[in-house]
């Protein structure tokens, strides 16, 4: 975890002190569940509570472990040091450590999950009220980065609106492939412990019982989980991409937000470098990198390797973390982004209308005029433009062949940009049901 | 795609006759919505079903295609010679080429996915037949590779057919990602194309409408689509590196079906190898390299750059040939895998009893012997069977600080195989609602 | 491998025809091996090699492998056929299946190597003609997309030359880490065949003999060979963004070259796109997906597992196969690279001369002017540009006082652009040593 | 960087305190190389190691950039303030931040690599001793998991030496790939500074001056760098899949190290997990996950994006760290692997000598009798070993059929184990030299 891409709310979930709460809480229920079941003493499952608002000595814990090698262990034996050897002689029983840590590990995947997906929240806000706000704001539609024909800047906020709902619907199945809980025991056959303390402790915590586990929570729920966080991933990348493409110096139809103060900006005024987003198409493959791992992790061997383990003490804080902070950073760009109608405008028309060559084709053709002979009436007008410079419109206005054929009324609605966003609310109601 | 790992009903999918056809049917239907829409004559959409059920001359399209280096366009002069120019000249009206390519590969998509669902069908209805075959199958439980407690190879089974379950409905969501179409025109504006063009032929093709498309299909949806197989691939691995384990000579619990004439297996009847499943585990591999690229595909420029193409003419057809190939051959080792049950007996008392050590230790402890006490009694008796080859239960049975606590019954019943099958109807129930 | 995508050359390596061959002088060469060693008669090694100028019948070889399923067995059934059997007794005595298979790889391998070799030999040709050409043609460098200070294009050929030649190394290092054999028997111990056959049969095929294998040739060779070409296909895909950058509408510094006849060019002239580096693009992405797999190929299974062999079935004729293409395709789009010095200056001149501001402000410092007064000179001047389009020199020539502090001379000298272009010849002596 | 799985040493790199240390003596050097060309005043220069041996306040810098934004200016600003700042004053004259940033990267890098050598030097040392120590003693070589013939564990041994020599070569290569350095100003013109500089600080900083940069180092480097330690880890997974097949229950052929004291032993004596091995399976999922990145990070726009920064941030450190802990993991393990020669033999004989069924084969059929009834001489004492557990050489010596071919010694020497062993001596000379 790079702590310059981390915030601290997401940083505190793979905390010690978090990880040892949630440890303590599923051996807490626990104990409840067995006194339910009239397994242990009821007031042996009470006495465990006094740690409930205890804050855990996490050097302490370690010290332990520094003898133990085990650190589950570590810490039981500091919690019976709270609660008393005697009383806390009942936790764990029958549970194997897999049961506390693959429990926790998915506790806390939900918990990181439900801050990803605030922060969802928080990018499609930024993107749907951008979205409207430029929803007419037109500008050049490209394709191959070559001039095509007008979208508005409006339609760019809604796809990229679009596609993060798509991962906001992804991320909230992901965090339901995640909630799942297991204490199952050594080999997940409930031999030492019974079924209904796992169906308690999973309600307790907001999570369902693993249908069948082995030792641990069966990998393929993770490599999925982190796959959705790839994706999405990807598509911040993709509006990140976009928008270093819009900054550049010969395009300049939007500039992430620059702070007055911030240094060096005025004396080279054009230096104001996407530097967010460029951050945000690093951070992308960073978290994508994740992806593999988690896969190759299903595969372990019999009821359990523990060979997954190394790999998501790297992964989950890592990919949780950076995209946490990837989506906001990405929630302020958007919010902030600098928008240039004018600049739009002024590439909209630096190919002196050539874009709209097609559409004055199509009518010519409409018209009667064969395939051949619109194609070469187009094309003479559109080469003067091209290479002259000329304007296309004035030129066709002017051509007496193609006004033989079309009005100056006709030739002019060729131009009109309304016939491009004629369907722009069609595609927002689709898009914002609005 | 290697010819060897594929088979021909989903090769099909991706043959040029194939695309062809469904190119053909977009155009077809998207005619038959401008007719009814009044924007074409209807005698025009009616003649383009002409070529319904004519076959395409795909040499003929390639020919065209390499004078005018353009598929679609190749395509529509090749319909329009069995349609006749003149009642083919709406064909493709106010469409962009990717309308018709991007909903295609979607298509194929679909048609692939629903192959591999039956696929999974198949692998499933294997698993759950062994599964009850071998409800109570014992064998030992194994984590790290070493002996644990006891499980049964039916709850292998059962977690098998549990994650391949998640798998399927993972691929039916993944199915729905990619199930949309788009006929949007050059930048995905409708400008020259009425909205409820899109919307027929959708429906006929059995997609939504992407609610918002640029030149093409955002990339998210397919990024999402491969990880998924990504997924399953490695879920494949995860039970093909089960049996190749349980194949090993010193294990031998199980075997990959070897029929009776084949080479090699009587003058070296322990030589029959895992290859199957070593095949698959190397699928799993090439499945698995799709996902990186389907990502990276995401970040398309502006409206559309053609990056992605390449991309997808190699994993689109390969990771649904092999992951098709894949799941049947799994199915077929599953549904013949030769399961010896007398070797996981053998193999379950190769310890001579240490894998109830611990709940023998539980049984003295709860008779209030302390820890310590009856970790050493414990202990002096697995050595004598870790070092001598000796029996423990015979050894406990004869230590006599053992049975001044533990009389003869409580022993045995420590030795109980019922002990840790008692929940797998609990498990059962969890995992086949039966 | 996606035939679009691939030259005859190279696909020939990888067809059946070629890999029976080389079994064929494999096994050929061992008998003489062993014939010289009078492990076998002289006249039994002569005899094979009546089957040096004959086809082998793949459809014959296919049908026997039906049967026998074993593609090693059914090639030497063939090769009996051919020889005659009891000539051909002594053919792969010793040998494993392993001992061919693994040897032939290597040997595509290398022959595959050497034609990327010389591709990019073609492609080094090209960027070194360009690089000269445009030694001189200055652009303006971009950092994060924005104008930064002037640079030449013969630069930008120039390093990716030089970035080629790196990569060209590492292929030729590659290339050795697979150019080996082994012919070493069932489990690598030569326990039934002499060394000195291994030894004779490398030297003959072009290879070292591996200095220890066991069943197999060690895979972390070919995970080395593939990571190389995935470097290289990066290169590529760097060179191939930065031409994609030059095509954009509003950069036009460069276009792919578009011949005369390419449909549609002139009606919408600037309707050029970069399609074939887009192509490069994404077969980059294509040729890294090799490199996981065959990472994960490494740990086979003691002395030898087969899983490696599906994925190598995939990616040895898929990567070499796309990367031939895509240095073709590279080395074409550059030999042929469409490059508009007017539009550079265009583009250099755009910011009217901002882009020189800091050779200004060190200017004024080292003339004594405080940091912060030269700071706020330059900015007043540079805001009238960036504000209202004037022109930076002018400005300052006109602003009292920086005329206080520069003559016209030293402003007019801050605008040269041979103070950038001066080292340009120092760069390329190290580059192209010339 | 995970903390658990990381060395003082190689973090010690990666530290603030390190890298603004090395940022000191670029800019140091830089100096001196400016005086001697008398650029700059000698005093100046001088003033400059002012800072040599003084600690920078690490708080201080940070406090600096909080404000600035900016690290290097952050750094030259505290540098400043040691150093007076009328005598700091052509500190980073003519250079860029990434002058500083990716040459202090490189140095990073190389110096990791040095620790990598030497870990690799320790991992070869063990393996070494360990190959000589095993080198005649035999266990059975497996191929697919199922016995085949003897090997020795010399030779597995030896062959992970090969392997792993091979990967300090490659890491050798690496560190060549990636000790370079660049002075070469804000687009790599040298229009700012004088080459002369570059190569000053490059020789004394260990470095070849980089031939030809833009604003930074060409990251094509960086991902042959990332490539070759995600070969290296691949190697590592190798040996360690290996062990944990070793220490399996039912094969137990060697064991990792485990402390007497170490908790839960001999209760359970049989309950000795793999953890460390399995450990550095996880691990080499996770080295290997810096590798797409790092590709990635190769296609820049133009002079630079920043985009690599994010990803070097993390895949720098955690790689190098972890592969610096995995090494030294792994000679640990292999130092003390625990070798049981008695059940290599145990296992060896544990198919009642069927491994040596070709042998025997091949003997009757070099003595006349043909295929077909030598085959079926062997199968059906090979099946009277499957099937009942009979002794495969007692059997043969007591089939008269096999007798009336073969004498005792004759049969007796197919089972000599002498005969797979013969050629350890050749293998270890080609491997070790002696």
Redesign the interface.
């Known amino acids: 975890m ?1 702590p ?2 981390s915030r601290p709310e997401m940083v505190a979930i793979w905390s010690p002190e978090t990880k040892f709460r949630i440890w303590f809480e599923i051996e807490a229920h626990a104990c409840d569940a067995m006194a339910d079941l009239g397994i242990i003493p009821r007031e042996n499952a009470e006495a465990v509570w006094k740690a409930k608002d205890v804050e855990f000595d996490v050097a302490r814990i370690d010290e332990i472990e520094a003898v ?3 650190d589950v ?1 570590a810490f039981l034996t500091h919690l019976s040091e709270i609660v008393g050897a005697e009383q806390a002689r009942f936790v764990h029983q029958g549970m194997t450590s897999s049961d506390v840590l693959d429990t926790t590990l998915n506790i806390q995947l939900v918990r990181a999950t439900d801050i990803l997906l605030a922060d969802m929240d928080r990018v499609l806000a930024a993107l749907k009220k951008r979205a409207f706000e430029h929803k007419y704001t037109v500008r ?12 508005t800047m409006g ?1 760019t906020f ?2 990229f609106y ?2 993060m709902a ?2 906001r619907e ?1 991320l909230q ?1 992901a965090r339901e ?1 995640i909630a799942t809980g297991a204490i199952s ?8 412990i019974d ?1 209904r303390v796992e169906e308690h402790v999973c309600a307790k915590m907001g999570l369902r ?1 693993e ?5 641990v929570i ?1 990998r ?2 993770h ?2 989980f982190f ?2 966080l ?2 999405i ?3 911040i ?2 509006i ?3 928008i ?2 819009m ?5 300049l139809e939007a500039e992430e937000y620059f702070s007055k103060g ?2 060096g900006s ?10 967010l987003t ?2 945000l ?6 978290i ?6 988690a ?17 998501e ?3 989950a804080p ?1 990919a949780t973390v ?1 995209l946490d902070f990837a989506l906001n950073r990405l929630a302020g760009v958007i919010e902030r982004l600098v928008v240039y109608p004018e600049n739009m405008e002024r ?1 909209l028309n ?2 002196g209308g ?2 709209m ?3 004055v ?2 009518a010519l053709t409409q018209k009667g005029v064969s395939r051949e002979d619109a ?1 070469a009436l ?2 003479r007008n ?2 003067k ?3 002259e410079g000329k304007d296309f419109r004035t030129e066709l206005l002017s051509d007496p062949d193609v006004r033989a054929v079309l009005s100056e009324e006709e030739i002019n609605e060729k131009f009109d940009l309304g ?6 609310d ?2 927002f109601a ?2 914002f049901g609005e």
């Open positions: 790079i310059r891409y133990t090698k085990h262990i050049i539609g490209r394709s191959h980065g070559i001039h095509a024909e007008p979208v339609l809604a796809r679009a596609e798509r991962g992804r199945r492939e025991g050594a080999v997940g056959t409930f031999a030492n079924p019982p249908p069948i586990s082995t030792q069966p393929d729920r490599a999925m796959a959705t790839g994706v991933a990807s598509s990348e993709n990140a991409v976009e270093r493409h900054q550049r110096t010969e395009v911030q240094k005025s004396a080279m005024p054009h230096k104001r470098n996407p530097v460029e951050n198409t690093g951070l992308a493959r960073l994508r990198s994740a992806v593999i791992p896969m190759e992790n299903v595969a372990l061997w019999h009821e359990r390797d523990i060979s997954h383990s190394s790999v003490r790297g992964i890592d950076h590439n630096r190919l050539l874009v060559s097609q559409r084709l199509l194609y187009v094309q559109a080469m433009v091209w290479e016939y491009h966003t004629k369907h722009v069609t595609i689709r898009v």
